[in-house]
């Protein structure tokens, strides 16, 4: 039994073009997923699905076994977290440390427990030096790891990043990246990205077109599918398209060009 | 003809007469038109700050800023000069000097430079497209007709009078964006800067943004100024470069250069364009003597060809 299981998900926003049309998905415990695909393609709202911020029209989610419904939706919610992409949008709290606790005074965890807890991933995103200041003066790269350790601490087995990193600078993009890499193996970690050369370093790639899944698997099998990612409107890599047009060319050095931009892609 | 930045400095109060510099010593001379200008640096290096100042939405603490346009077949200057706190507006129409309240000197001189901030589509705040765009050309034309016709004529050219009618709100993050960029282009300024143009953006949507600007560089001759984090987009599409690095220009010129010039790159952490270093790396491994500043697939193939093609056994 897969930890993500959705069975034939449908779901329509009442006035817009963007919709669900019938997703299936399994996404294993300890996985590190990266689901690509245009604005508009449905992956953000197959998000919201997933931790019960919209309601499906049809068909069904089970996480770790439990069928996701309105009964189930607060058991649900302590077992997966979602990380939106703007940092301004997701803080409550007056201070770094009062932000972190907000979802543990919300499942009632004892005051020196809280303390450890927060100590504990504060640390782990690197941001413990911070607990006084107000998120605000934060920069967007701080800011996330102060979101990424508020969801920590409610110690969810799946974590989404909803593109967690698009509104960063470099040097923020590179701090967050740099937590979620450390939490690879530790949780179950969906990725919905643009980023391709983070989706090469994942365990599973999932395309999303027009509301449905286009393409699933590892990323050198995803990534070889070239005219389902043009059709899907997704960029390719840029060692991908070179690599096709050194491919239909009579160059010397071919074979060698070849393998050296196939182990580029994949850093072998 | 343009804009003409000397010794400006913009300083913030920090606390009990500490300044703190945003930008230090800003000499730079920006035609107004045909320019294609990447500014790039760190986050607080003093980028923004900088485009700010060029419309004067931030006024220089010291140093001289003189804005040179052409206004109704006349040479229009802007004088905009800065002691201390004290600023003091001019402007200049046939070189006979007159002093117009400080309001009416920027309306117009906003026209000439337009500024599209980061994330731009949380500015939209009308019913409709048509109405959004109109804004601009109705503030500074006074006349709700010929607007209507300008934000008609730039939706065309955009590619976006399918949503004339429809609610901003309705749309993707691309075509937000677009429309809140078209609002600013209805005013026709001609230079157009951009704080950040493709963050969120996914890549179909960036590259339709990034073409749009080409097309208004290279058609249109508008000068564009972008910021932007992005080496790719500064590879492909940037003329000239300008790096800031704590407050000052540390290097000011072609892309090639500045990607040569280890010093700049290193001291400002900046990145290099993925098809660079994908040449760095065939360049390495197989030992072959290529050209890596090349910035689309088509010129790295051709280099690619030039040293390894048939003619070259």
């Known amino acids: 039994m897969s930890l993500i299981e959705v069975r034939n998900l449908y779901f329509r926003y009442n006035s817009s073009d963007r919709a669900v049309n019938g997703v299936n998905l399994d996404i294993d415990k300890g996985e590190f997923v990266c689901i690509l695909g245009h604005n508009g393609s449905g992956k953000s709202t197959l998000a919201k699905l997933l931790v019960g911020l919209l309601e499906a029209r049809k068909g069904s989610i089970k996480i770790d076994g439990i069928e996701l419904n309105e009964d189930s939706v607060d058991e649900i919610r302590k077992k997966i977290g979602i990380v939106f992409q703007n940092p301004d949008n997701q803080f409550v709290g007056i201070t770094v440390k009062d932000d972190i606790a907000f979802g543990l005074e919300n499942r009632k965890v004892e005051k020196h427990e809280m303390e450890e807890l927060i100590d504990k991933y504060s640390t782990m995103v690197r941001m413990n030096e911070f607990l006084d200041r107000n998120p605000e003066d934060l920069s967007g790269g701080e800011k996330q790891r102060v979101a990424i350790a508020g969801i920590l601490a409610i110690n969810p087995e799946i974590i989404i990043f909803d593109e967690a990193t698009a509104m960063l600078d470099p040097k923020g993009v590179g701090e967050v990246m740099e937590v979620i890499n450390s939490l690879k193996s530790k949780k179950t970690i969906i990725s919905i990205t643009h980023n391709l050369n983070e989706a090469i370093m994942a365990d599973k790639v999932i395309v999303m077109n027009e509301g449905k899944v286009v393409l699933s698997g590892k990323p050198n099998e995803v990534f070889e599918n070239i005219e389902i990612l043009k059709n899907s409107k997704l960029d390719i890599l840029d060692s991908m398209k070179l690599l096709e047009k050194v491919d239909n060319s009579n160059i010397n050095l071919k074979e060698e060009v070849k393998t050296a931009l196939w182990e580029l892609t994949y850093q072998k | ?313």
């Open chain 2, 1 to 313: 003809m343009g804009i003409n930045l000397s010794e400006v400095n913009l300083a913030y109060l920090k606390e009990k007469k500490q300044y703190k510099y945003a930008i230090k010593d800003i000499n730079l001379r920006i035609d107004n038109e045909d320019e294609f200008i990447a500014i790039v640096g760190h986050t607080g290096s003093g980028k923004s700050t900088l485009v700010q100042v060029l419309n004067n939405l931030l006024v220089p603490t010291f140093g001289h800023i003189s804005i040179n346009f052409r206004e109704n077949n006349n040479d229009v200057y802007y004088n905009i000069k800065a002691s201390g706190k004290k600023v003091k507006y001019a402007i200049s129409k046939d070189n006979i000097n007159v002093k117009y309240k400080a309001r009416v000197s920027l309306k117009a001189l906003r026209k000439h430079i337009g500024l599209v901030f980061q994330f731009p589509e949380y500015q939209i705040f009308e019913e409709t497209v048509l109405k959004d765009i109109m804004f601009g050309p109705k503030n500074f034309l006074r006349d709700e007709n010929k607007a209507k016709e300008e934000a008609i004529k730039i939706a065309e050219m955009m590619n976006i009078s399918d949503l004339l009618d429809k609610s901003p709100f309705m749309l993707s993050g691309g075509q937000m964006r677009k429309v809140a960029i078209a609002g600013i282009l209805a005013s026709k300024p001609e230079v157009l800067v951009l704080d950040e143009p493709t963050v969120g953006l996914d890549p179909i949507a960036k590259r339709d943004l990034l073409e749009f600007l080409k097309y208004l560089n290279e058609v249109e001759h508008k000068t564009i100024i972008i910021i932007t984090h992005d080496m790719d987009v500064v590879g492909e599409y940037a003329k000239r470069t300008i790096v800031l690095n704590k407050g000052c220009i540390m290097y000011d010129g072609s892309k090639d250069e500045m990607f040569k010039n280890d010093e700049v790159i290193k001291t400002c952490n900046l990145n290099y364009p993925n098809i660079v270093k994908i040449l760095a790396n065939l360049k390495k491994k197989l030992n072959i003597d290529l050209d890596i500043y090349k910035y689309n697939i088509d010129d790295a193939f051709k280099e690619l060809n030039r040293v390894l093609g048939d003619n070259h056994e």
